[in-house]
Nanobody, 115 residues
Framework: QVQLEESGGGLVQTGGSLRLSCAAS????????MGWYRQAPGKERELVAS???????ITADFVKGRFTISRENVKNTVYLQMNSLKPEDTAVYYC?????????WGQGTQVTVSS
């Protein structure tokens, strides 16, 4: 059974930083494309950033230059470093694993940025 466990969310002031972690119990983790998505109240879930097993990344324009995705395959963990946070970054952040088209999701972690 695949499990993705996010941690690191919380309340932070504008301009602050947080680092999200997602620990995956997933065979072939190193072959999976891992991603971070977010969903704000009343909005659709959107991709924030993703990283392939080989380390290639995609970062959404709205966080480019502020957020960085990385992974440690030996720890089966993916990270999202979030700097210069803005109130509009407030959302539930979800970890996603894509293994040959099979998608798995974590339960989400709340990030709240106060103005």
């Amino acid at each position: 059974q695949v499990q993705l466990e996010e941690s690191g969310g919380g309340l932070v002031q504008t301009g602050g930083s947080l680092r999200l972690s997602c620990a995956a119990s997933l065979t072939y983790f190193s072959l999976s494309t891992m991603g971070w998505y977010r969903q704000a109240p009343g909005k659709e879930r959107e991709l924030v950033a993703s990283i392939t097993g080989g380390g290639n990344t995609i970062t959404a324009d709205f966080v480019k230059g502020r957020f960085t995705i990385s992974r440690e395959n030996v720890k089966n963990t993916v990270y999202l470093q979030m700097n210069s946070l803005k109130p509009e970054d407030t959302a539930v952040y979800y970890c996603n694993a894509n293994l040959v088209g099979q998608h798995y999701w974590g339960q989400g972690t709340q990030v709240t940025v106060s103005s």
